[in-house]
């Protein structure tokens, strides 16, 4: 059972601003780059991701995963799930070792992990293999940072890092035992 990340930042450590705007990253976008997610994807059993990061998702049209969602959130869970994403989504107030656990139990085997806190909340608890970091040449000054405190480093080996005509640096690391 592994933890994947596969996110994208602001050059100064942002996934989005501090009401949960992404619309720096999205309009840096260029639907022309082919910037991995597809092959990173491809391999994933299932996604866990936290609220924040579920309430932005929701409001694409269409629902962009076909994999099962897993929200973690205290508010959420017990909530119904909006009719458009009954079988596709599931809320639960689990820490990171009891979601990879039911995951686990469900079939699971490599799972997505999504969400600045719900990405922090893994590193901490050691369940994050590997990150696929998009860094977006932007400076946003404020917002919702991609990592947080730790209870001691964590070493990472990068794996590889490479660049786009549009700016954006990509880099793979894997995080050490």
């Known amino acids: 059972m592994s933890g994947h990340v596969f996110i994208a ?23 022309n780059e082919d910037h991995g997610y597809d092959a990173f994807i491809a391999d994933k059993d299932a996604i866990v991701m936290g609220r924040g990061s579920y309430e932005k998702v929701a409001t694409f049209d269409p629902w962009p995963y076909d994999r099962p969602v897993l929200v973690l959130s205290r508010r959420l ?4 799930v909006p009719d458009r994403l009954r079988g596709k989504v599931r809320f ?13 139990q469900e079939g699971a085997r490599r799972v997505y992990v999504d969400g600045g806190q719900v990405v922090q909340a893994f590193l901490r608890a050691g369940l994050v293999e590997d990150m696929v970091i998009t860094t977006v ?3 946003i000054g404020s917002g919702r940072p991609l ?7 964590r070493d990472l080996s990068l794996v590889a890092s490479r660049s ?8 793979t690391y894997r995080v050490q035992p």
């Open 147 to 153: 990592f947080g405190a730790l209870p001691a480093d």
């Open 77 to 80: 869970a017990g909530t119904p």
């Open 137 to 139: 040449p932007v400076l």
């Open 9 to 31: 930042t602001s050059l100064d450590g942002y996934i989005a601003r501090p009401d949960g705007d992404i619309g720096w990253l999205l309009a840096r976008d260029d639907p």
């Open 164 to 171: 786009f005509p549009s700016g954006l640096v990509q880099s």
């Open 92 to 104: 639960a107030d689990l820490a990171p070792p009891e979601a990879m656990r039911v995951l686990e």
